[in-house]
T-cell receptor, first 116, second 115 residues
Framework: NAGVMQNPRHLVRRRGQEARLRCSPM?????VYWYRQLPEEGLKFMVY????????ESGMPKERFSAEFPKEGPSILRIQQVVRGDSAAYFC??????????????FGPGTRLTVT | AQKITQTQPGMFVQEKEAVTLDCTYD???????LFWYKQPSSGEMIFLIY????DQQNATEGRYSLNFQKARKSANLVISASQLGDSAMYFC????????????WGAGTKLIIKP
């Protein structure tokens, strides 16, 4: 059973370009979460999605950032017109259920975005 | 507001010694969950252990145990018989009280095991 897959692992973009980060959840998982980790910090929640629905995007910047989880294919985190401050590690996690009190989020290896 | 505090930015420990990593939390919700994750230099986030607020026993997973002191709002991670491979960043996280999915993270502790 493959774990959470993220690609690319490393992404370099110039200021003003677009960054697309992909996440394939674990097989059978329909809940996807995106987190951002700035250098020397813990993770910060960005968005929670289920198939074709954004449930909670309260942690996502209002501009330039968007996320989707289509019926078919991976979840995509899209950053338009990147700036240097977007440089960070972006982690995707997935979970099997939401109702269980003892749920667990399985994390992908992360995508390290560098904006030059 | 919900908050996780890890007061040890870095620790050096001799191999084979036990290690305690501190974590305190703040929440007004009676129902919550506490997690510990390990992040080695390769960058992935590895789940270690979970403690529910209503669990009667302290959680254990192999060499990892969680010293859960509810009244003090602390959830320290104990690693017994440390190994060189334990060198990594360790993060404490809490399931947010307003939802049962959003994880709130501490700043992490960098643990280095000396041979």
């Amino acid at each position: 059973n493959a774990g959470v897959m993220q690609n690319p692992r490393h992404l370099v973009r110039r200021r003003g370009q677009e960054a697309r980060l992909r996440c394939s959840p674990m097989k059978g998982h329909s809940h996807v979460y995106w987190y951002r980790q700035l250098p020397e910090e813990g993770l910060k929640f960005m968005v929670y999605l289920q198939k074709e629905n954004i449930i909670d995007e309260s942690g996502m910047p209002k501009e330039r950032f968007s996320a989707e989880f289509p019926k078919e294919g991976p979840s995509i985190l899209r950053i338009q017109q990147v700036v240097r401050g977007d440089s960070a590690a972006y982690f995707c996690a997935s979970s099997l259920t939401l109702d269980s009190r003892n749920y667990e989020q399985y994390f992908g290896p992360g995508t390290r975005l560098t904006v030059t | 507001a919900q908050k996780i505090t890890q007061t040890q930015p870095g620790m050096f420990v001799q191999e084979k010694e036990a290690v305690t990593l501190d974590c305190t939390y703040d929440t007004s919700d009676p129902s919550y969950g506490l997690f510990w994750y390990k992040q080695p230099s390769s960058g992935e986030m590895i789940f270690l252990i979970y403690q529910g607020s209503y669990d009667q026993q302290n959680a254990t997973e192999g060499r990892y145990s969680l010293n859960f002191q509810k009244a003090r709002k602390s959830a320290n991670l104990v690693i017994s018989a440390s190994q060189l491979g334990d060198s990594a960043m360790y993060f404490c996280a809490m399931r947010g009280p307003d939802s049962n999915y959003q994880l709130i993270w501490g700043a992490g502790t960098k643990l280095i095991i000396k041979p």
